[in-house]
């Protein structure tokens, strides 16, 4: 992997799960990593501590996604603590990853349901796309978490599968947009990840058993699958590869 000492990195809803491993990671491989959570501190302060425990680097910033001004409460909280912390302005590596996934088929979710997953997975990652970007130097590196729900149909999860549709789109757009100043922009398409986000739905040997077999390798995702891959596309490795959609589903519905 590239070494990416010197860069700074915001990962968003890197509290727990699949962003807790990527700001690890990132850490490992010697970046700056500004923890994001958005309510739940005590998972916030439990990952940064693990970062600092391997020797990495890091600081927390708290903002509530999916309300107004929210991106710019979390990039006003970005400056100041990257201040605090003594580290120069900028930013070089942005993952957008903070995600909601309200369950319901279209005659189940209601307008409330649906204007907070779009609010919260498809509004908040645009505007912190658009302040991150005015930071964001030269070469940088813009990541986007999407979903196995755009390309293979899950009617149980509709407004989901929507708002990250419209990530993907953002992705392909912001790529050709960005060429010029050397940015890249990609996005990662996970399946079933062992997080608490799907933990209902493996709540069962037999639940479980059914989603690993959706794999070739007949297993559930680890959050690790998707961190070490992240960590390629936020490296100079990926230098020549933007506006994709990578599947990291472990060859899952083949």
Do not use: C
């Amino acid at each position: 992997m590239g070494d990416l000492k010197g860069k700074t990195a915001l990962v968003t809803g890197s509290s727990r799960g699949i962003g807790r491993s990527i700001a690890q990671r990132l850490a490992h491989d010697g970046a700056l990593v500004a923890v994001h959570y958005g309510s739940n501190d005590s998972a916030a302060k439990e990952a940064l501590d693990s970062i600092r425990a391997a020797g990495g680097q890091g600081f927390l910033i708290g903002a509530e996604l999916g309300v107004p001004g929210d991106a710019e409460a979390l990039f006003a909280a970005f400056d100041a603590e990257l201040a605090a912390y003594g580290a120069e302005p900028g930013l070089d590596i942005l993952v957008n990853n903070a995600a909601i996934s309200l369950p319901g088929h279209i005659g189940d979710v209601t307008p409330e349901e649906f204007d907070r997953t779009i609010a919260i997975n498809t509004k908040a990652p645009f505007f912190i796309a658009q302040h991150g970007l005015r930071r964001m130097r030269d070469g940088g590196r813009l990541i986007n978490i999407s979903s196995a729900v755009t390309t293979t149909a899950f009617p149980s999860t509709i407004a989901y599968a929507l708002s990250k549709g419209a990530v993907e789109t953002m992705t392909l757009t912001l790529a050709k947009d960005l060429g010029e100043r050397g940015i890249t922009v990609n996005t990662l398409a996970p399946g079933f990840i062992e997080t608490d986000m799907n933990a209902a739905m493996r709540a069962t040997p037999e639940a479980h058993a059914a989603l690993a077999a959706l794999s070739v390798f007949n297993r559930l995702g680890k959050p690790a699958d998707i961190a070490d891959v992240t960590a390629f596309l936020a490296s100079d490795d990926s230098r020549w590869i933007t506006g994709q959609r990578i599947d990291v589903t472990g060859g899952s519905m083949l």
